[in-house]
């Protein structure tokens, strides 16, 4: 067998990044988790010195910390001052509270290796793992993750793009978010349409009980019941959302169904997926990677806990998503726009 050692290289290459990448998860979660970040955002231009007495961490650890994070690029160092400091990109994307919070996403990826020998087993063994089975920094990590793509995009476009809703909403209108975790996008509708009934449905009680505490914080008129998919109580919804969690169900065909059944006669099913071509060629890039490598430890192990077994994983594409809905008798099905990262589809009895 020949070797080319350019292409050696450069695959060692993406090796490094991605090992680098690993560990960088880890060191992303300490910042979060200890204020790094916020504390270098309150002393910036900052030595080590000033981050780790304002976090009140271990002074050489935060050197550390700080030397990693720039050396990837998260945070700014200057040579000749040699003091730290953040971007106002970084800043909205690592440190503000109203921001992206990307540091949060890397706990999901260490939330999912705690249970790595149990879901390599079920891959081995062709079965299941449940969502419920995950560490609890999982579901914490998706609402954190998810929850500032909504708050940028679901009332300012993915309403306003569906065909009646924003105004059926606004007068006041009967809503249900079903699979909704932590409640991000529910509580995000109860706040922006308060005329409206919004009821969160997971079948999760830990992320129920979480849901229910964050509205009280937030001061936000919501319900959140426990409840399946498949047999969410209530009917004449003129709204049901599903938000990134169609495709982790094991009969997600079976859930559609019960939720064109559950809608009144013009309601409307609002589904949001991951975004992803129909072809496996079509999503040959970071994002792609991103879903599909992440839906192997998470979406499909889900899914294939019960009957039929989809497995639709993140990266079902609109045309298999549109199949699904057909299927469930939804004769009017249309894409309402998109993100770079993700898919909305309208769809209506």
Partial sequence: MHIDETKL???????????????????????????????????MPATAADVAKRAKVGERYALEWLRGQAAGGYITYDAVTEKFSLTPEQHFALADPGGMQIASAFALPIAV?????????????????????????????????????????????????????????????????????????????????PNSKVTGFDYHGPSVERARALAAEAGVDVEFVLAAAADFPGENYDLVAIFDALHDMPDPVGAATHIRESLAPDGTFLLVEPMAGDDLSDNQHPIGRLFYTASTVICVPHSLTAPPRAALGAQAGE???????????FTRVRRATETPFNLILEARP
């Avoid at 045309?319 to 008798?329: D, M, N, S």
Wanted: net charge negative; with cysteine; proline share 2%.
């Fill in 113 to 193: 290796t705690k249970n790595i020998d149990t879901i390599a087993d079920a891959i081995a063994h062709d079965e299941g793992f449940g969502w419920h089975q995950h560490d609890a920094g999982l579901f914490e990590g998706t609402e954190r993750f998810f929850r500032p793509g909504y708050v940028l995009n679901l009332v300012s476009s993915w309403i306003p793009a569906l065909d009646g809703v924003d105004e059926k909403l606004r007068a006041g209108a009967k809503v249900a978010d079903v699979g909704c975790g932590h409640g991000a996008s529910t509580i995000l509708l109860g706040q922006s349409y």
């Fill in 9 to 43: 290289h450069d695959l060692l290459g993406s090796f490094v990044t991605d090992l680098g990448g690993s560990f960088h998860a880890i060191s992303a979660v300490v910042g979060d988790r200890l204020g790094l970040y916020a504390a270098l955002a309150d002393t």
């Fill in 319 to 329: 045309a298999r998503l549109t199949e699904v809905l057909h299927a469930a008798g």
